[in-house]
Each structure stands twice: as structure tokens, then as C-alpha cells.
């Protein structure tokens, strides 16, 4: 009976450890590590290493991506390309001119930062770490390094993959799974006619967890309509209220001083002092009805002083996101990962226009308006329906009111009534101003 018990623990623990890195809205979505030697060297080989971002939705911002990994042997990197590690290690073993640029037996690996030489370059290299998610733009969703190992053995048999892969972008979250060795990448000659391969190839997996990276949500949604007065705003400390004793009131002049708005390495954010005590909010108002069409106001404010959110994404959930007519302010894009569901769409900023949402303050915030056709047979602004069933930010998903606290129906009266209501005043006012 014991036994049975443990067993079924087991099995427990093991499929809710998968299923928190799973992400219904983006179900393929993962970073892939591949390592294809190129060439081999007296010692040891020389690797192209380059890092995938398939995630639809959440890229690698600033200060960037962080790889580790332990060496199965002994092995050294005699030099990079492209990259570089943190820390050189003991490597007073080797005498004479000739030292490696790592003797670490678990070396943690970052991007160079633009503008190194070009000697120091390779391609989808030197980007500071920052990789763009493959939704957003998917030739900027890729970062590569050259490495050189020694003491790793010289041919297919005798190399042994590295282990313990972890990736920080930049901070927790990703889980890697182990290397495996996967058929060699084949390359083609400029004028493809040609093709080459690598002399060996294997891929290390990572998934995204957000429980990996904190107990509480990093953003919170608040929704408000035209037909009720009424704002249903963020439920209270969505975020967690444990930087409430560090928060900065508005108006504060403890927001305008020297070194509010600099960014740590630790990414603690500094945040203004609201009830939700979140970095971010979505609002998210149903702005105006028409007779085939409707339309909402999408609004991200940013309430961190540390952090501006470059190349950030916006995901919403709603049935009627299947007939996007116009997004006026935001580039759009719909998210149809199951084929026959299309219900998802992802918003961004537009390219040197507002694809940088800034730090806590005036200038803080993001906006736009999106309008969206009628399916009669579906439409109505009863029992919520207007407001998003999901939203993510960045890839994190955002805690939303609880459905008993959306605006309703004024008496429960249908929305047609209250347009129509509306347009017999507008003529009404009309035919006055004619006569007089």
C-alpha cells in the first residue's frame, strides 16, 4: 500500500512539474540550444552554437541571456567567437603563452554587446542578449556563438555532450532538458548549389515556467465599458503587496531624484505605490458600439521606475478576436496555434513609434484602439462577454477581476436599446439646430 502511494506521488510530481512549463496559448513554444560541430581540432572541435527562440510571444530582454552548462569531461575553450564567459577559471595548469579563455569546469556563457569588432563577430551574434520572440519578429529571434573546446576528444565516439544546461533571459524561469544528439544540420552554399554538413549535432531544449520565476503575477488587468459608470480596477495586491514598504507615492519627489530610474542587476524592480503592486497593468474599455461593429480602448501602464520594457508583447483571449477589422496604434498579429481556434491575437509597439514602453511616470503608458466586426449570432455585452478571457504581457499572465466584478448591463436593459436611445437624441438635437 506504501508502495502504491509513493509511486502515485511520484507520478503526481513529475506531471505537475511538466505541465506548469506548458502554455496553452503557445503550446510549441520553446528555446532550442544547438550544437553543431563544425570542424575538429588536435584536441578537442570547434562548435557553431546557436540559440532558437520558437516561443510566439516572449522574447529576451535586456541585460540578456545567461548559458551555463557542466563540461562531462575535462574540457576547456581555448577561445569564443560571438560570446564570451564571465569568469576565466584556474587555468594555471598550462604553461607558456598558449591560455585558454576558460578552465571552468561549469562556464556561464553571455552575448558580446553591440559595436565589439568585427573580428570579435559572427552572425545573430553581439546583441547585447536580447532576442526577439518568433511572433514578433523571427530573424531577430535567434543569437549564435562560436566556441573552441579542447581536451574533448576528436571524433564522434570519444566527444561526450555537456550536461546541466541552464538558461537565465536574464532571469529565472527556464527549464533545459539534457542534450541529445540529433541528425547533423546541413548547410547550403551561398549559390545553392552546394550543401556541406556539420560533423555532429545535438540540441538542448528549454521551457518557460512561470511559477519558476515568482509566486505572484508581474501584471493585472482592469476593465471598464461605456454602458456602466462603474471601473473594475486591478483586484487588490494581484502582484503581491511584500514591496509595499519600498513603493514610491505619486508625486512624490522621491520619483524625480538621482538613481530612481537605474536598473539593477537582481531586475528588483522599484514600483509606485498602488493597491495591485504591480509592475504593469492592462486596461482593457469597451469603448463605443456600432450597428456591425465594436471597439476597444487597449491601455499598458508601466508602474516600475527601474524598467523600460523594450519590444514588449501584448496577448488577449476573446472569441470575437477572430474578426480583427483595424488596430490603430499597435501592430497585430492573431495566434491561431490549434488551426480551427482562432481566438487569440498578440499586440506590440510599433517599430520607433511605441515599441518602448518607459519607466513609471508621465510617459509611461501605451495605448491603442482596436475595432472588431459582429457575429450576430454570437454578440452581446451580457455577463461579460465583451472583456478578454485571458491577457498576457511579455509572456506572463495577468491576474484578472473576478467575473462578479465587471461592468454590467445598467437594469440588465439590452445595449441595442441604449444605442438606439442614442440615436433618436442625436437626430433629435439635430432637427433643433436646423431650425434655429
Same mark, same amino acid.
Given at each position: 500500500m506504501v508502495l502504491k502511494f509513493s509511486l502515485w506521488a511520484i507520478l503526481l510530481f513529475v506531471f505537475s512539474q511538466n505541465s506548469v512549463a506548458f502554455d496553452p496559448l503557445d503550446p510549441f513554444g520553446n528555446i532550442t540550444i544547438k550544437w553543431d560541430v563544425i570542424s575538429w581540432t588536435p584536441d578537442g572541435y570547434v562548435a557553431l552554437v546557436t540559440?532558437?527562440?520558437f516561443q510566439m510571444y516572449r522574447h529576451i530582454m535586456t541585460p540578456g541571456w545567461t548559458l551555463g552548462w557542466n563540461w562531462a569531461k575535462k574540457e576547456v575553450i581555448w577561445s569564443m567567437v560571438g560570446a564570451q &564567459?564571465?569568469?576565466q577559471g584556474d587555468c594555471s595548469k598550462f604553461k607558456g603563452g598558449n591560455v585558454p579563455h576558460c578552465c571552468k569546469r561549469d562556464p556561464v556563457v553571455v552575448d558580446l554587446l553591440p559595436g565589439v569588432p568585427y573580428n570579435q563577430q559572427i552572425a545573430n551574434c553581439c546583441k547585447g542578449g536580447v532576442v526577439s520572440s518568433y511572433g514578433q519578429d523571427p530573424s531577430a529571434a535567434v543569437s549564435a556563438f562560436q566556441v573552441s573546446v579542447g581536451l574533448a576528444g576528436t571524433s564522434n565516439k570519444t566527444v561526450k555532450l555537456p550536461k546541466n544546461f541552464t538558461l537565465l533571459a536574464p532571469g529565472p524561469g527556464y527549464t533545459c532538458g539534457p542534450a541529445t544528439i540529433v541528425p547533423s544540420t546541413v548547410y547550403w552554399t551561398k549559390d545553392r548549389r552546394r550543401k556541406t554538413q556539420a560533423l555532429m549535432t545535438w540540441n538542448v531544449t528549454c521551457t518557460y515556467s512561470q511559477f519558476l520565476v515568482s509566486k505572484h503575477p508581474s501584471c493585472c488587468v482592469s476593465f471598464s465599458s461605456f454602458y456602466n459608470e462603474t471601473i473594475?480596477?486591478?483586484? +487588490? /495586491?494581484?502582484?503581491? /503587496?511584500?514591496n509595499k514598504d519600498k513603493c514610491i507615492k505619486s508625486g512624490s519627489k522621491r520619483a524625480t531624484s538621482v538613481g530612481v530610474n537605474t536598473p539593477r542587476k537582481d531586475?528588483?524592480?522599484l514600483l509606485q505605490c498602488t493597491h495591485h503592486m504591480c509592475p504593469i497593468r492592462v486596461h482593457w474599455h469597451v469603448k463605443q458600439n456600432y450597428k456591425d461593429y465594436w471597439r476597444v480602448k487597449l491601455a499598458v501602464t508601466n508602474f516600475n521606475y527601474r524598467l523600460n520594457y523594450t519590444q514588449w508583447t501584448l496577448v488577449a483571449q476573446h472569441p470575437n478576436l477572430n474578426n480583427v477589422t483595424q488596430v490603430f496604434s499597435f501592430d497585430y498579429k492573431p495566434l491561431v496555434?490549434?488551426? +480551427? !481556434?482562432?481566438? &487569440?491575437a498578440m499586440f506590440y509597439g510599433m517599430k520607433f513609434y511605441n515599441d518602448l514602453l518607459m519607466e513609471a511616470g508621465p510617459f509611461g503608458n501605451v495605448q491603442s484602439e482596436v475595432l472588431l466586426q459582429k457575429d450576430k449570432n454570437t454578440f452581446t455585452f451580457k455577463q461579460g462577454w465583451a472583456f478578454p478571457r485571458k491577457v498576457y504581457f511579455n509572456g506572463d499572465e495577468c491576474m484578472l477581476p473576478p467575473p462578479e466584478a465587471y461592468p454590467s448591463l445598467p437594469n440588465d436593459a439590452k445595449i441595442e436599446a441604449? &444605442?438606439? +436611445?442614442?440615436?433618436?437624441? +442625436?437626430? !433629435?438635437? %439635430? !432637427?433643433? %439646430?436646423? !431650425?434655429?
Open positions: 540559440m532558437n527562440n &564567459t564571465t569568469e473594475t480596477p486591478c483586484p +487588490s /495586491c494581484s502582484c503581491g /503587496c511584500h531586475n528588483e524592480p496555434p490549434y488551426q +480551427s !481556434i482562432n481566438d &487569440t441604449i &444605442t438606439i +436611445s442614442a440615436i433618436v437624441a +442625436s437626430v !433629435i438635437w %439635430l !432637427i433643433h %439646430l436646423f !431650425i434655429w
